[in-house]
């Protein structure tokens, strides 16, 4: 699963460019994931303050 | 006030600078054009380090002290062994004069845009767009809670870097970790700094594959941020983390009054910026300059001819891929050249380890930029460094 730290994202938008799928959305000052992500951590890859990871 | 239609000539989505200009023009020669904004407040929270050159600025609109933060005389480069150069604003003028307050620069973009007769509607976020007969006739949209439907012979993804508009049209704008720059930073105040000069750090343990900045914004204050390669980020090593690192160490006294964080598309522009009803402006279409991560300039000329031409589409009746393509066009005669040329040299720059940056920075010391443009500047180093910018010659002939 990805999981967002709401509390530490600063809603930027690099994580949505990079998903080969689009699965993430920037929605104001949230992100949220589609169902359909593969888990493949290209987002969390990114992210400049570390808000976003795949968890085990 | 009167109901709201729910067709128009134009839609944009985005109201950055790319969205406001587009806006500003359409409207201006006579086009029905409503531009949404999915924020409740636009231009914030800001994801820039605002320094824009001068002359480039004047092109669109007329500086006003309300938007100015504060204005610079040159930049000075640090190599990592902290050699610098100095460069006058005519010559990093391509990329800096002006510090920008952009939450008060994008409101006023977005004002003049509503002044030229667009409406204009936040909190307003695109969910799709409707594909009718193979072409883009509008999009989906919620309002406050509300989902909704707008209708538009032409729609415009103004949407920044997270853009879905062209992805949702079947262009593909997916960016590779390697074409994002990643970065943060501080609005740090209360500090001792040069506020006549913009200083640009570079190095592997300071910024790797980009560089650290330093934009004076006035009163004891400055944007200190840094970006790096997407594909070079990773737990530890985060933009956030190097700069607090950078930080800590510069300006211990320093009071941290902003943070920032962002991505800037370091690809060079789509191959293809249009579809039938659809146009991609700014960051959308990859606008950004790959080397510096420019893109306030770029995405302000893109949007002042995306909506010439869409305009003008609209009056003839004719929004076909075949007929929006002169934006595309035109576009690429005025840029493609000069950010091809960026993409190489940014691809080139990524290779480099701090000796080799240390070199370069040592082979021009002394020399005189006062008087060049970013390219003679360009053309030096790699004169002056034949073996190592072997790649880079042809281009700056
Ligand atoms: C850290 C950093 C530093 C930078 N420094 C500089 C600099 O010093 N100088 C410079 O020239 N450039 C700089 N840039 C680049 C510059 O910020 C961008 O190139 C510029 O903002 C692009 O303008 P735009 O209008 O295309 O996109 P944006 O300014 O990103 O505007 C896009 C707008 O679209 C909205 N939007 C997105 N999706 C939707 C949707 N579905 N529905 C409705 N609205 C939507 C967003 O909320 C946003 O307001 C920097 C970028 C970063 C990240
Ligand atoms: S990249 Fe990080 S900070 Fe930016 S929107 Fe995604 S999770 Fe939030
Ligand atoms: S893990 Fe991969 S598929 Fe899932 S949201 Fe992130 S980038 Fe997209």
Known sequence: MIGVNRYKCGYCGACVSVCPIGAVELVETWVEIADDCTECGTCAGVCPIGAIEVLK | ?397
């Not at chain 2, 360009?378 to 460094?385: A, E, G, M, T």
């Open chain 2, 1 to 397: 006030m009167t109901a709201k239609p729910d067709k128009y000539d134009i839609v944009i989505v985005g109201a950055g600078p790319a969205g406001s200009i587009t806006a500003k023009t359409a409207a201006a020669l006579g086009s029905d054009v409503l531009m949404i904004e999915k924020r409740q407040a636009i231009g914030d929270p800001v994801r820039c380090a605002e320094g824009v050159s001068k002359p480039q600025l004047k092109e669109h609109i007329e500086p006003d002290e309300r938007w100015i933060a504060a204005e610079v005389k040159g930049s000075r480069i640090y190599a990592p062994d902290s050699t610098s150069v100095e460069l006058s604003e005519d010559v990093s003028g391509a990329e800096v004069g002006y510090t920008l307050e952009r939450k008060l620069f994008d409101r006023a973009l977005a004002n003049e845009a509503a002044l030229a007769g667009a409406e204009v509607r936040v909190k307003t976020r695109a969910t799709g767009v409707i594909i009718e007969g193979g072409s883009v006739k509008g999009i989906t949209a919620m309002h406050l809670g509300e989902e909704c439907e707008i209708r538009a012979d032409i729609v415009i993804g103004a949407d920044g870097v997270e853009s879905k508009i062209g992805r949702w049209a079947g262009i593909d704008t997916t960016l590779k970790p390697s074409e994002i720059e990643t970065g943060a930073q501080f609005l740090v105040t209360d500090i001792d700094i040069d506020q006549d000069f913009c200083e640009f750090h570079l190095g592997a343990s300071i910024a790797p594959s980009g560089y650290l900045w330093v934009f004076p914004k006035g009163n004891r204050s400055a944007n200190v941020g840094l970006a790096i390669g997407g594909d070079v980020c990773h737990q530890g090593n985060r933009p956030i983390d190097l700069l607090r690192n950078f930080v800590e160490e510069r300006y211990p006294n320093g009071k941290i009054i902003e943070i920032v964080v962002g991505g800037v598309p370091t690809s060079g522009p789509l191959e293809e910026m249009v579809t039938d009803g659809l146009m991609l402006v700014g960051d959308a279409a990859r606008q950004s300059d790959p080397l510096t991560g420019g893109g306030i300039i770029n995405a302000m000329d893109a949007g002042r001819i995306a909506g010439e031409v869409a305009a003008q589409a609209i009056s003839e009746g004719n929004v076909s891929k075949a007929r929006l393509r002169e934006y595309e066009t035109i576009w690429r005669e005025r840029h493609g050249k000069r950010l091809k040329r960026s993409l190489a040299v940014k691809n080139r720059f990524v290779t480099m380890n701090d000796s080799d940056l240390n070199k370069l920075v040592h082979s021009v010391e002394g020399i005189d930029f006062s008087t060049m443009t970013l390219f003679e500047m360009l053309k030096v180093l790699v004169r002056k460094n034949p073996r190592m910018l072997i790649s880079l010659g042809k281009l700056f002939v």
